[in-house]
């Protein structure tokens, strides 16, 4: 029997999303159960985490099952990913082993691995999550790489609460860039850009400058969603536009792919851009628009206070909810082995 994992949203069916989701509404209503009972994951870290650990620990718990954190490098040996490497350096085991020897003790495996931020033909290979992939022989959640599906799926259920439906199309999404002080990475933002299309809104991606679009990837994949679900795909680069009429905003910071690994050549762009904080004059232009952001978020940075602290602001929710989705995807995950 084939091995699913879930990677990215994009390898499973609407259907699919739309079971999971009803799924986490069920779990929201009754948070404990007996789903996981008598079984594992384990979590690999190779970057921190507040929000992420903590549901899936938690939801682990919840559900009867029991979680393993582990720390590459850390609190766990070096991990060698490329084939065919001579390992005298730092990395004291391979993954064709790890993943192999960690699916005998447990029933999943997360993975949480963000881009190296030196070359992005590189990166976008998204290697490490896709070798552990490879090699394990129980299902592998990706808790954030260059994609973030769990909080794709968090994300849609807040949007689905607000509006008291689970028909989004109609609806017009603004996924804007915001300032940061430092070049991020772009999972949020091509994991937004994918369900927003996939739930068939009118979606407008606004960044200051072409050289802030996303990688031609998740551009195309907007592009078949569209085609598939309805709804609309724009990139604009005027703030006013984009912002009237607006039913949802969500924002994002992320650095420029061209200027991947030469960031101080970017820096000086990403500065004259400040002033794509949203503010509530932004706000005011909206559709009594809602906002929400996957955190954690710089105040008075990518949002301003009183945007945070409107109750048009969903981000509370949509963290929440990474809770309850992500006890979705691992009881359905453990079901279908």
């Known amino acids: 029997m084939s091995i699913r994992h879930f990677l990215s949203t994009q390898d499973w069916s609407r259907a699919d999303l739309d079971a999971l989701l009803a799924q986490a509404v069920q779990f929201k209503r009754a948070k404990l159960g007996r789903s996981l009972s008598g079984r594992s994951i384990a979590l690999l870290f190779f970057n921190s985490s507040m929000r992420t650990r903590t549901s899936f620990e938690l939801g682990a718990f919840q559900l009867g099952g029991h979680a393993i954190v582990?720390?590459?490098?850390?609190?766990a040996w070096p991990i060698e990913f490329d084939a065919g490497v001579v390992m005298d350096g730092e990395a004291e085991e391979h993954i064709a082993e790890v993943a192999r020897v960690l699916s005998r003790y447990v029933d999943l495996i997360g993975v949480?691995?963000?881009?190296?931020?030196?070359?992005?033909?590189?990166?976008?290979?998204?290697?490490?999550?896709?070798?552990?992939?490879?090699?394990?022989?129980?299902?592998?959640?990706?808790?954030?790489?260059?994609?973030?599906?769990?909080?794709?799926?968090?994300?849609?259920?807040?949007?689905?609460?607000?509006?008291?439906?689970?028909?989004?199309?109609?609806?017009?999404?603004?996924?804007?860039?915001t300032y940061h002080p430092k070049p991020l990475n772009t999972a949020v933002a091509n994991s937004a850009l994918q369900i927003a299309t996939r739930y068939g809104m009118d979606v407008t991606l606004l960044c200051p400058t072409p050289e802030y679009a996303l990688d031609p990837r998740y551009m195309d994949f907007a592009r078949r969603n569209v085609a598939e679900n309805g709804g609309s795909f724009a990139l604009s680069h005027d703030i006013e536009s984009a912002y009237r009429g607006a039913h949802v905003v969500y924002a994002k910071s992320w650095g420029a792919l061209p200027y991947f690994g030469r960031w101080a050549d970017e820096k000086p762009i990403r500065d004259a851009h400040k002033h794509f904080m949203v503010d509530e004059a932004k706000m005011a232009l909206t559709d009594h628009g809602v906002f929400s952001h996957c955190l954690p978020l710089r105040r008075n940075v990518k949002a301003t206070d009183a945007v945070m602290d409107s109750p048009r602001c969903i981000a509370i929710d949509e963290a929440e909810n990474r809770l309850h989705v992500q006890k979705a995807v691992m009881a359905s995950l453990v079901a279908s082995c």
């Not at 582990?70 to 609190?75: A, M, N, S, T």
């Not at 030196?118 to 394990?136: F, H, L, N, T």
């Not at 769990?150 to 603004?174: N, P, S, W």
Request: glycine share 4%; aromatic share 10%.
């Open 70 to 75: 582990l720390q590459p490098g850390k609190d």
């Open 112 to 177: 949480r691995a963000f881009p190296k931020f030196q070359d992005w033909a590189v990166d976008r290979e998204d290697r490490v999550i896709r070798a552990i992939a490879k090699y394990a022989s129980v299902p592998v959640i990706n808790m954030e790489t260059i994609t973030h599906p769990c909080q794709e799926l968090a994300h849609i259920m807040a949007l689905q609460e607000h509006f008291g439906t689970t028909d989004l199309r109609g609806k017009k999404y603004v996924l804007t860039w």
